[in-house]
């Protein structure tokens, strides 16, 4: 898996080492105080969530494995995550843009981000709330639910 995941060593701290830039976007600073999350903590969830795919019993992602391009938007921080699940189930590599499109869209701020990615937020529950919007097939979404 490591190899399928380029790593920017200009931008991501090693601890973000699954998650790269591509065109360096602007990132806003959260202001003092704020609670809003980083662009640094917002990069080690995601790689935490493509780690936790990796995990997943091969069988079981192929089964359930759904070829789409994704896209994360956080408007907060004014990125994109863009991404690929592979036909294996597997993420490829993550980049950090300003801008993107894909097969399957979703924005969360980025605590709600961190929040859904540590279990900590139900998707259901921040779906409802407005905390998390999704562009995608009803098919694409009960098999992306089964591999998460």
Do not use: H, N
């Not at 408007?75 to 294996?88: K, S």
């Not at 990615?117 to 998707?123: Q, S, T």
């Amino acid at each position: 898996m490591a190899g399928r995941v380029a790593r920017d060593e200009g931008t991501a701290p090693a601890s973000c080492s699954r998650v790269a830039s591509r065109g360096a976007p602007q990132v806003r600073a959260p202001a003092e105080g704020s609670g809003l999350a980083t662009l640094e903590q917002c990069q080690q969830a995601v790689a935490s969530l493509v780690d936790r795919l990796a995990d997943v019993d091969p069988d079981i992602r192929r089964k359930y494995a759904v070829e789409r391009t994704l896209a994360c938007r956080v408007p907060d921080l004014e990125v994109v995550f863009l991404a690929r699940f592979e036909e294996d189930g597997t993420i490829g590599e993550v980049t950090v843009a300003d801008a993107g499109t894909a097969q399957v869209r979703v924005a969360a701020s980025s605590d709600d981000l961190i929040a859904l990615i540590e279990g900590r937020l139900a998707a259901p529950t921040a779906w409802a709330t407005g905390r998390l919007k999704i562009d995608a097939s009803m098919l694409d979404l009960l098999k992306l639910r089964a591999l998460l």
